[in-house]
């Protein structure tokens, strides 16, 4: 393993410093989208299970009313309709959730890149400081 001193104001180090404070930040980034996205997919279940329970008991009450088979039908089709779209909306935000989670992880792994080169130019065209003073 090499270490080395380098003065904080040359513009090597400035650039390595830059790449990995980037790095971190697109890391915490991941990490925050992770949280929202598990808060995410239990709202999406809460969602379409709250939905298909509501739609369940208006169905349930107006049979009870109206014991007519055509309109509980109309009724049926349009709940599940419904219920559909809504639990489709849920599905397709939490899978955008999914893809940004991608994002980041793209983020951090080009970040670690430009961090490991701009360390590799600092080590070979930086000027090393002396510890013999």
Known sequence: MECGIYDSTHPRVE??????????????????????????????????AGTLLSGGGIYVAVTAADPEPVSKTVLAVAGLVVAGVACAGSIISFDDSETEQTIHEETIDRNSMIAEIAFGYLRQYGEEESMDE
Not at 16 to 36: M, N, P, T, Y
């Open 15 to 48: 650039q390595f410093k830059d790449a990995v404070d980037a790095r971190e930040e697109a890391i915490l980034d991941w990490e925050s989208e992770g949280r929202s996205k598990n808060i995410s997919g239990f709202a999406t279940f809460v969602s379409c």
